[in-house]
């Protein structure tokens, strides 16, 4: 049952009971003033007139009685006084003769029903005159009700329902009429727009997560194709030699020359598989702390550890350097960034020719830069250089070494820094790439803030 029904059907109890309360207190009101009018009446008459004029009055559904002041019953409109007992004990009479009237309803003894009466002492005499009337119960009159009520039950539950339901909709149509793709265009209640706030911002956050997620996956499926991409060509190579010596077909110079391809071979799948952990590292990033180190060092440890390779090439390397030149981070990413980009340039480097490795402090940053003076690169590939096995010319690149992540790795290096990577052509027609990063002392005012 719905509240509202309830409330209905206690209201048409309430009205009920409200109304036979009335009923009954108008049912007294107007038997005690009749029996005040007639005392008033017969008050200078004798018993006997009283008795006779009693006798000629008709009242419809209304009892009379005469009781003498002993308690005797004088007269009666309906039944033999000689035959009734005694009255002087009876609660009318007793509160009559107390407060001159008096109006109380009782069992009748001798009708067997619920019956009002109406006492009132006559002015001349002890005598009291008393007019009752036979009254409903209170379940009679509910009884006599009880096709109404339900009716009005019945339509009062029905209304109820009709209301509660026009109310709901009210009430719940700027609830249910919320676009949840654009919650904070909805026409709904002032008090829930922090709520709408709320979802509109969580719905971006998750569409936007929704696209890192995709995109990340379409990188990783990417990465994974390149990378199975990269591997077969060197698996090619040792496969192939390595059948050839296996099978003894070879001469024992063609043996040592092919046992070199499969050594060079091999080196460059560990560099790509070592750069491909490096660039997983960087992906999943753990929570280290960042320590203070000096980058004029880390660059003079990656120049010493690729001199064998700018030997080869008849390359020298010019060092420029501050110190010290201090900042925050990883130094084995740092060192690991720095040794990429020298390495790109011997590799793309002019045989013969320099390499300049500048540090220099600008304001609040340090900037590394790294100049050769080979071919260069077109400037519609100064953005594309730095993604994931990207090579502007893939055949040079194989002869040269490269696995292609190497300046993917510097630029997810510098950015996990705090710092950026790009590139520009050199004043000596080569490339010139730059890396920005901020000095330990601006990276701890930055943590602080």
């Known amino acids: 049952m719905q509240p509202l029904t309830a409330v209905s059907i206690i209201a048409v109890i309430a009205v009920v009971v409200a109304s036979w309360t009335v009923y009954e207190g108008h049912a007294e009101h107007r038997l005690r003033t009749q ?30 009685t005469l009781i003498g002041a002993d308690g005797t019953v004088l007269f009666d ?29 009782r069992r009748s003894e001798t009708t067997g029903t619920d019956t009002l009466y109406a006492a009132c002492v006559l002015d001349t005499s002890d005598t009291i005159l008393r007019l009752s009337e036979t009254r409903v119960s209170f379940p009679s009159y509910v009884g006599s009700l009880l096709v109404p009520l339900i009716i009005i039950a019945a339509l009062a539950t029905l209304f109820s329902l009709l209301l509660s339901r026009i109310m709901t909709q009210r009430i719940s149509e700027p609830l249910v009429s919320i676009d949840l793709e654009h919650p904070l265009q909805s026409d709904a209640y002032i008090e829930i727009e922090p709520l709408l706030e709320r979802l509109d911002v969580q719905r971006n956050e998750l569409i936007n997560q929704n696209d890192q997620l995709k995109e990340a996956m379409v990188l990783r499926r990417e990465f994974t194709g390149n990378v199975s991409h990269e591997m077969k060509s060197p698996l090619q190579v040792i496969g192939g030699y390595a059948e050839l010596i296996e099978n003894g077909s070879t001469s024992q110079e063609d043996t040592k020359r092919f046992a070199g391809l499969i050594r060079t071979e091999s080196q460059s799948m560990r560099r790509l598989i070592d750069d491909v952990l490096t660039l ?4 999943e990033p753990v929570d280290t702390n960042p320590i203070t180190f000096d980058l004029s060092r880390v660059c003079e440890r990656a120049s010493l550890r690729l001199k064998t390779a700018t030997e080869s090439r ?28 020298i390495d790109n340039a011997i ?4 045989g013969g020719g320099h390499i300049q490795v500048e540090l220099a402090l600008e304001g609040d940053q340090l900037m590394l830069s790294v100049a050769d003076d080979g071919p260069g690169i077109p400037k519609e590939a100064y953005e594309r250089i730095f993604e994931r096995f990207y090579r502007i010319d893939s055949s040079r690149s194989r002869q040269t070494g490269g696995t292609g992540l190497g300046l993917a790795i510097v630029k997810h290096a510098a950015e996990s820094m705090g710092g950026n990577v790009c590139v520009q052509a050199s004043e000596e027609g080569g490339c010139l790439f730059v890396v920005r990063l901020p000095s330990a002392r601006t990276a701890r005012q930055g943590r602080t803030k």
């Open 347 to 350: 590799r793309h480097g002019k």
């Open 314 to 341: 008849g390359i020298s390397v010019d060092l420029r350097l501050i110190m010290p030149a201090l900042i925050q981070g990883q130094e084995r990413l740092a060192e690991q960034m720095v040794y990429n980009l």
């Open 280 to 283: 997983s590292r960087l992906d």
């Open 35 to 64: 029996t005040e009018l007639y005392a008033d009446e017969f008050g200078s008459l004798s018993e006997a007139e009283i008795s006779h004029e009693l006798k000629a009055c008709n009242l419809a559904d209304t009892r009379i």
């Open 77 to 105: 409109s309906e039944l033999d006084n000689l035959s009734l007992k005694n009255h002087a004990d009876r609660e009318e009479i007793v509160a009559a003769r107390k407060h001159r009237s008096a109006v109380t309803m």
